[in-house]
């Protein structure tokens, strides 16, 4: 989430850290709009080491404060690589989407049911329904319409997310006086949302997934930047003054970042 300009370039290379638990694999990135060193564990690439260009002044020779970094935080990443690859093998192990997979709506579990839509109906159509066993979303699937399945929940999810983040604006944006240019929804996996430096803001479809909150919280800190650029004291109080317990639902799709993403592999 935050304010960004037009993407900077970025130079990438894979590396290996020779750690003391073993041999620790990473990509490095070296990012014009980087100021210091940052470490983050990606969901589908792994540990992902961001540092500034070696033409800014004491950054020419990185390679062993690189390793230092990671040494430092061996224990975290190993910790959170772990988990990470075992949130995987339970993704692995889910039944497909047409043999009744749970997924998350709205930050609760649902299973999918597909069906055939009745006869002369021009596009599968999906409803949220109640079950005995738990709530569903059932899937009318027309004859005609060739999409795989993860294609037809996947528009209705966009068409959702888009009507909840719009809502969330219109609740916002007029009490913090902005107004966005223009609003997208995009399948985006390092930002759950973010705006331009022309008051554009996109957001990913997949925050429909996750509780309400979380995707108010994602939709005000976008609303912030129209009025604050960056992340200094000034953006933080008039992000926690609309939503005081906005680092709770930051956490929540952090952890949950991994389900979310591959929700309808």
């Not at 370039?9 to 070296?30: F, H, K, Q, S, V």
């Not at 966009?158 to 399948?187: K, N, S, Y």
């Amino acid at each position: 989430m935050g304010m960004s300009a037009a993407p900077a370039a970025a130079i990438e290379t894979t590396a290996i850290a020779r750690l003391p638990g073993g041999d620790l694999p990473y990509t490095l990135r070296r990012s014009p709009r980087a100021h210091r060193l940052r470490v983050v564990i990606h969901p589908e690439r792994g540990v992902v080491v961001t540092l500034p260009p070696p033409t800014r002044r004491g950054w020419a020779r990185a390679d062993g404060l690189v390793v230092d970094f990671l040494a430092e935080r061996e224990a975290w990443l190993r910790r959170h690589l772990g988990r990470q690859a075992a949130a995987r093998a339970r993704l692995l192990d889910r039944p497909s989407l047409e043999d009744g997979r749970t997924v998350p709506y709205r930050g609760l579990p649902h299973r999918v049911r597909f069906l055939d839509a009745p006869e002369g109906t021009r596009r599968s159509r999906v409803s949220r329904v109640g079950a005995d066993d738990g709530d569903e979303l059932l899937v009318e699937r027309a004859t005609r319409d060739q999409r795989p399945a993860a294609s037809i929940l996947e528009a209705w999810f966009r068409e959702r997310a888009r009507a909840e983040l719009e809502q969330a604006i219109a609740r916002h944006a007029p009490a913090m006086g902005v107004a966005p240019a223009r609003v997208t929804i995009r399948d985006t996996t390092s930002r759950w949302g973010s705006c331009s430096r022309k008051g554009n803001l996109s957001f990913s479809w997949r925050l429909v997934l996750a509780p309400p909150a979380a995707l108010e919280t994602v939709a005000v800190h976008e609303l912030c930047h129209l009025r604050v650029f960056g992340h200094g004291p000034r953006f933080r109080a008039l992000l926690a003054g609309r939503i005081p317990d906005h680092a709770d639902h930051r956490r929540w799709l952090r952890r949950h970042s991994d389900e979310l993403h591959a929700a309808l592999d």
